[in-house]
């Protein structure tokens, strides 16, 4: 019997250690299975989104006149009078100011003086040249033996001298005539007047001023007259924009001045050109101005209507990496595994960004990536919540091993 008892007990507590040493190797497995879950990042995916059909692009610009002109004077001389302050209406050939031109009245005088003395030697050289004509073709004609050949060819030649200097009278009185036209044609600019229908932007002289003609560097701008029927705006469009851009595109126009009021207008050419400085194309808009509301000179936000490219599409701005090797997105394959692929951005929209490139619909966009995440990792889809902890009574475990 008591043998009988000890092989019991010893037989209890084989299978008493049979059955520890199984629970510490299942709960061994649990923890290593929990282990290698919590490894692996869960993520959220999104598909990517069709763009709008169009996209508006707000861009500085500046408003020009239709047309513009800094008038200088033509003479040298001062200011008499002027007559037009600036924001002044003025129509096309109104006088805008006069000019004292003492120097060239006192040439304009000379020069009539020469020409009237040039006239006077021309009338006496034709009355010369006449007679010396009548002379020789009286002697020309004389019978033969009553007028020598050598007194023939003497009037001869004094036919044609007198001849030539009644041609260089002519040509001296023909010089006087000429300065008489110049000065007289620049006693015109004594007027300053308006080149076109417009308003005066600017007065930059006064009564007494000494005006210097010309536009060099010692001459001074009287006026500016701009025609502001209509204005020109232009805008700089960055490269990337500028497949978008033809004439008859729409505008709308916004002003600091004038909140609230939408102003519309038209493109009408490009400089076809990029500049190098800048990588941006200028772009002329036109709009009508029948309240002179837009002003030269100022600046404006002009909202460019363009037509959406139909390659690009919306991700979430928090889907995008930024590594050493460009902008990345992470894209899940049909194994669950990662591939990070260069992007292409467009607009960026605050919680959303546009992709030029590199992206479809039908991609399955990891939406968080964790910075460490690499191409070649495995990820699990969000689903329901994943346990926190190891089984129970397995960290003292783990902690023991």
């Given at each position: 019997?008591?043998?009988?008892?000890?092989?019991?007990?010893?037989?209890?507590?084989?299978?008493?250690?049979?059955?520890?040493?199984?629970?510490?190797?299942?709960?061994?497995?649990?923890?290593?299975?929990?282990?290698?879950?919590?490894?692996?990042?869960?993520?959220?995916?999104?598909?990517?989104?069709?763009?709008?059909?169009?996209?508006?692009?707000?861009?500085?610009?500046?408003?020009?006149?239709?047309?513009?002109?800094?008038?200088?004077?033509?003479?040298?001389?001062?200011?008499?009078?002027?007559?037009?302050?600036?924001?002044?209406?003025v129509?096309?050939?109104?006088?805008?100011?006069?000019?004292e031109?003492?120097?060239?009245?006192?040439?304009?005088?000379?020069?009539?003086?020469?020409?009237?003395?040039?006239?006077?030697?021309?009338?006496?050289?034709?009355?010369?040249?006449?007679?010396?004509?009548?002379?020789?073709?009286?002697?020309?004609?004389?019978?033969?033996?009553?007028?020598?050949?050598?007194?023939?060819?003497?009037?001869?030649?004094?036919?044609?001298s007198?001849?030539a200097?009644?041609?260089?009278?002519?040509?001296?009185?023909?010089?006087?005539?000429?300065?008489?036209?110049?000065?007289?044609?620049?006693?015109?600019?004594?007027?300053?007047?308006?080149p076109?229908?417009?308003?005066?932007?600017?007065?930059?002289?006064?009564?007494?001023?000494?005006?210097?003609?010309?536009?060099?560097?010692?001459?001074?701008?009287?006026?500016?007259?701009?025609?502001?029927?209509?204005?020109?705006?232009?805008?700089?469009?960055?490269?990337?924009?500028?497949?978008?851009?033809?004439?008859?595109?729409?505008a709308?126009?916004?002003?600091?001045?004038?909140?609230?009021?939408?102003?519309?207008?038209?493109?009408?050419?490009?400089?076809?050109?990029?500049?190098?400085?800048?990588?941006?194309?200028?772009?002329?808009?036109?709009?009508?101005?029948?309240?002179?509301?837009?002003?030269?000179?100022?600046?404006?936000?002009?909202?460019l209507?363009l037509?959406?490219?139909?390659?690009?599409?919306?991700?979430?701005?928090?889907?995008?990496?930024?590594?050493?090797?460009?902008?990345?997105?992470?894209?899940?394959?049909?194994?669950?595994?990662?591939?990070?692929?260069?992007?292409?951005?467009?607009?960026?929209?605050?919680?959303?960004?546009?992709?030029?490139?590199?992206?479809?619909?039908?991609?399955?966009?990891?939406?968080?990536?964790?910075?460490?995440?690499?191409?070649?990792?495995?990820?699990?889809?969000?689903?329901?919540?994943?346990?926190?902890?190891?089984?129970?009574?397995?960290?003292?475990?783990?902690?023991?091993?």
């Amino acid at each position: 019997m008591p043998r009988l008892l000890g092989v019991s007990a010893l037989a209890l507590v084989i299978a008493v250690g049979f059955e520890g040493i199984w629970h510490r190797h299942s709960q061994e497995k649990a923890v290593a299975a929990w282990t290698d879950a919590a490894a692996i990042p869960t993520v959220d995916i999104v598909h990517p989104t069709k763009g709008p059909p169009g996209q508006q692009v707000i861009l500085p610009g500046d408003i020009h006149a239709w047309y513009e002109a800094p008038i200088y004077a033509r003479v040298n001389g001062y200011l008499k009078d002027w007559y037009f302050d600036f924001g002044a209406q003025v129509k096309k050939g109104q006088v805008l100011a006069d000019i004292e031109t003492p120097e060239i009245d006192a040439e304009l005088t000379a020069a009539k003086a020469k020409l009237n003395a040039a006239s006077a030697a021309v009338k006496v050289r034709e009355a010369e040249a006449q007679f010396a004509k009548t002379t020789y073709a009286r002697w020309r004609s004389s019978p033969p033996g009553v007028v020598s050949v050598q007194e023939r060819d003497a009037k001869q030649a004094e036919f044609e001298s007198n001849t030539a200097r009644l041609n260089a009278a002519k040509a001296d009185m023909a010089m006087a005539q000429a300065d008489v036209d110049r000065l007289q044609s620049l006693q015109g600019f004594k007027q300053v007047v308006a080149p076109f229908d417009g308003v005066v932007t600017a007065r930059e002289t006064d009564i007494g001023a000494l005006i210097n003609a010309g536009s060099n560097g010692t001459a001074r701008e009287l006026f500016s007259v701009a025609d502001i029927h209509k204005v020109r705006i232009y805008v700089k469009v960055p490269q990337r924009l500028t497949g978008n851009i033809h004439p008859g595109l729409t505008a709308e126009l916004r002003l600091p001045q004038y909140p609230g009021k939408v102003f519309t207008a038209k493109a009408t050419t490009t400089s076809r050109s990029v500049n190098t400085s800048s990588r941006t194309l200028l772009l002329e808009l036109q709009a009508d101005n029948p309240d002179g509301l837009l002003q030269p000179g100022t600046y404006v936000e002009a909202q460019l209507n363009l037509p959406s490219d139909p390659n690009t599409v919306l991700i979430p701005a928090s889907a995008i990496l930024f590594r050493q090797h460009g902008l990345e997105v992470a894209l899940l394959g049909d194994d669950d595994k990662v591939t990070l692929k260069k992007i292409s951005l467009g607009r960026n929209l605050g919680v959303q960004a546009e992709v030029t490139n590199g992206l479809v619909l039908s991609d399955r966009v990891v939406g968080s990536p964790p910075d460490s995440l690499g191409s070649g990792d495995i990820v699990r889809i969000a689903g329901p919540p994943a346990p926190d902890k190891p089984p129970n009574g397995s960290e003292k475990e783990a902690e023991a091993n």
